[in-house]
């Protein structure tokens, strides 16, 4: 029975919870009485371990490891010692990069996060420096990873353009939509309101909302009655104070509401309730926000500078990010042509049908080839 020993401590947001968590449980669901899973998290992780599966044991460091500095130096000196004390066969990390000393057993790499690949993503001093010291270590971990995982084509292509090497072993694994979202859309008795536009994210600067903001005063200059709501939070204030200013100096206030952080069923009402789906983000490996859209039969116009054509597929039309007036057309006939949008509605339901754990994640049983 192979032991695969999963680094967790690099899962510092909700999102890196869900991707992790949603693998590693199917994959114990898959592979039970076969194989076994050691999740390492640390103090401030506790909702990373809830809830595992009885073939996933939990190693719990008493440290808070937030910072990637003392998270490197951690595993330097002590990630091969735990490895061989569990007994393990290969080690998995959902972080793009290998730690600092490899574990004496194969490696598994997982990459998902594009921040410091992607160009239009504005770095200046210590980002910069950070987003330098990552590419040297995801060229490396294509270069000396047992098996490298890419949550998309798009974002493999991203560590080729930044000169990595094509991993030795390579596969394409995509996430999931969280099963409490199909529950919700499948359950929903919330009606559909005409002409509402919904953006999603986490609202940093690449995300590209100004964009939206323009195509609204392009429809409101068309004559078009509609409601736009941004929600999310917003991990850069600054930005957000920008954006109300664009919406307060083109007279969209009756148009465009900020709503900001939302709970989790507040947000399923959201996704209930829209006629289609925009988010026009520069920086985007994967874009979970649309398929949980997508979910709910909600069109989605997306940006071709990430992975949303290749996520979003069929159930959607993409534009570049900075050409407000397409944005605007692709919104335009999704409000007023009910029949394009009910068939493109259809189409979303369908492509949201590829992103379950149970289709998604087989692929990675792969890796315990490597034992």
Same mark, same amino acid.
């Given at each position: ?73 951690? /595993? ?12 393990? !066969? ?15 057993? +194969? ?5 998902? !996060? ?19 010291? /990552? ?163 909600? +069109? ?55 992103f379950r754990w149970e289709r998604v994640t087989p692929p990675l049983e792969a890796m315990f080839d490597l034992c």
């Amino acid at each position: 029975m192979a032991v695969a020993f999963i680094d967790g401590l690099s899962a510092r947001a909700p999102s890196g919870y869900h991707v992790l968590g949603g693998h590693l449980r199917e994959l114990a669901r898959r592979t039970a009485g076969r194989h076994r899973f050691v999740l390492l998290y640390d103090i401030t992780q506790d909702a990373l371990a809830k809830d595992l599966p009885k073939n996933v044991s939990a190693v719990r460091l008493d440290v808070d490891l937030t910072s990637p500095f003392r998270r490197a130096a951690w /595993q330097a000196t002590q990630l091969s010692k735990e490895v061989r004390r569990v007994g393990a !066969n290969l080690v998995f990390t959902p972080a793009g990069s290998l730690p600092p000393a490899r574990p004496p057993v +194969p490696h598994v790499c997982f990459a998902q !996060n594009p921040w410091c690949l992607t160009k239009a993503v504005a770095k200046e001093g210590a980002d910069k420096i950070r987003a330098s010291i /990552q590419r040297y270590a995801y060229r490396r971990a294509t270069a000396e990873a047992d098996l490298m995982v890419y949550n998309s084509n798009h974002l493999r292509q991203l560590y080729r353009d930044a000169g990595a090497p094509a991993a030795s072993r390579e596969l394409i694994v995509y996430q999931a939509v969280d099963e409490s979202a199909r529950h919700a859309a499948a359950a929903s008795a919330v009606p559909r309101r005409e002409n509402l536009i919904l953006s999603v994210s986490v609202m940093a600067r690449w995300k590209n909302a100004e964009t939206l903001v323009r195509a609204c005063a392009e429809l409101r200059d068309r004559g078009r009655r509609f409601e736009a709501r941004l929600v999310g939070p917003w991990s850069q204030p600054d930005y957000r104070v920008e954006i109300e200013a664009e919406i307060a100096s083109a007279s969209l206030r009756d148009h465009v509401r900020i709503v900001g952080r939302v709970s989790r069923d507040e947000l399923y009402r959201h996704y209930a309730e829209a006629t289609v789906f925009c988010l026009m983000s520069r920086c985007e490996s994967f874009g979970i926000p649309a398929v949980e859209a997508q979910t709910f039969g909600v +069109p989605v116009v997306g940006s071709t500078a990430c992975a949303m054509p290749e996520i979003g597929g069929a159930g959607g039309r993409y534009c570049d990010p900075d050409d407000v007036t397409a944005v605007a057309d692709h919104l335009d006939r999704l409000l007023t042509d009910r029949d394009y949008q009910a068939g493109l509605s259809a189409a979303a339901r369908e492509n949201a049908e590829r992103f379950r754990w149970e289709r998604v994640t087989p692929p990675l049983e792969a890796m315990f080839d490597l034992c």
